[in-house]
Structures are given as C-alpha cells and as structure tokens.
C-alpha cells in the first residue's frame, strides 16, 4: 500500500536550521512529485513548493524562496525538505503529500506529519 | 496572486445538507480539490476535479464549481463529518498551489 513516512517531532532554537524527511513506498518513486505543505498551530493550510523525484528540479513558494530546499535520493525513495533561519512563526506541523503530474495538484496520499517547533 | 476565499465557519443540523463555497477569480476555469482535515490528522482527499470521489469517499460528497465559485456539497450530514475542509487550486500563472482559509463545518 502507498505510504508516505515522515521523520519525528524536532525542537530547534531561533536561527537554525532543520531537514524533514519524507519516505515513499507501495509505488513507482519517480512517478509522482512531492509536495510539501505546513500548518502553524490553529492555521490553514500553506503550500511550500514542490519536487520532482525524477529530475529533481523544484518550485518553491515565494515567501520561502530565500531560505529553502528540496532534495531527493532515489536510491531510498526518500524527499528532503529543509528550511534555514527558522523563526517562532516557523512553529508547525510539515506535511509531505503525492501528486501525480507537475500542475496535477491532487493530493491523493500524506505523510503522517512533522511536528517542528522554534523555541529558545 | 491568486487567492481562494472560505467562509470561517459553516453549522449545519444532522441530517441536513452541509454547503461549504470556495470563491475565486473565474475558479469555474480551474480543477478543484477538496479536503477534510480532522483533530490531529492529516487531510485527506474528499472531491477533486469538480465532482469526482477517490474510493472510500460516500456519495454524500460532491462538488460543483462554476463562475467565481466553487462548492463542496456534504449530504446527510453525521457528528462524523464534523471537520476542517479545504478547498485547493493550482494556479498556472504563477505555477504554485493555493489553498483556501479553510471551513469549520459543526454539525448540531
């Protein structure tokens, strides 16, 4: 069955940096790009880019474009998502979703989700 | 950029029908998706591309989406249903997703 595994909950100060991982099985890797998607505390949801497993090439949102990165290694099925200069407003759950097709958009299978907190 | 507007909250008695609108600037021309998300869980997929379900998903949901608005229809509505829902979009002019504020339906 397709399953997408994110690594734990992380606690970081103010200024560092942290890297979610997000683990696929149960299909073809590079057959569907990886979203990922976070969720402050009592907040919607906010699209933060995406990866193509294939190729590797990415599209960040805008508000994240100076301090974020997409990675991927195809030999374990595995995305990386890592974001610098973390702030107290970085505070949420991070989520890593599959899409078929690079507009596709459709969000068929989740990760569990990363909690990822910035306290000092 | 292109934005996508939710009312906050929508409340609805049990066994009634549950509407839940998503507007946006000609959001009839665009694929839409919808999900609910519960408590401490992940969304989960309920309509895409107007009206279709994936599997598992009743035939109480579905979806119409025309002009400037888009809806998500939630028929027989149970204490289940009590969730989140999000309304999605790709935007091609600027080649990211959107997502709308987000709709707390309560069930009476």
């Known amino acids: 069955q397709v399953q997408l595994v994110q690594s734990g909950a992380e606690v970081k100060k103010p200024g560092a940096s942290v890297r979610v991982s997000c683990k696929a099985s149960g299909y073809t890797f590079i057959s569907y790009y990886i979203h990922w998607v976070r969720q402050a505390p009592g907040q919607g949801l906010d699209w933060m880019g995406i990866?193509?497993?294939?190729?590797?090439?990415?599209t960040y949102a805008q508000k994240f474009l100076d301090r974020i990165s997409m990675t991927r290694d195809t030999s374990s099925s595995t995305v990386y998502l890592e974001l610098t200069s973390l702030r107290s407003d970085d505070t949420a759950v991070y989520y890593c979703?599959?899409?078929?097709?690079?507009?596709?958009?459709?969000?068929?299978?989740w990760g569990q989700g990363t909690s990822v907190t910035v306290s000092s | 950029s292109y934005v996508l507007t939710q009312p906050p909250s929508v409340s609805v008695a049990p066994g009634k029908t549950a509407r839940i609108t998503c507007g946006g600037d000609n959001i009839g021309n665009k694929n839409v998706r919808w999900y609910q998300q519960k408590p401490g869980q992940a969304p989960v997929l309920v309509v895409y591309?107007?009206?279709d379900r994936p599997s598992g998903i009743p035939e109480r949901f579905s979806g119409s989406n025309s002009g400037n608005t888009a809806t998500l229809t939630i028929g027989s509505v149970g204490a289940g249903d009590e969730a989140d829902y999000y309304c999605q979009v790709w935007d091609s002019n600027s080649d990211h997703v959107v997502f709308g504020g987000g709709t707390k339906l309560t069930v009476l």
């Open positions: 979703a599959r899409a078929f097709g690079y507009s596709g958009s459709l969000f068929d299978y």
């Open positions: 990866i193509s497993p294939s190729g590797g090439t990415t």
């Open positions: 591309d107007e009206s």
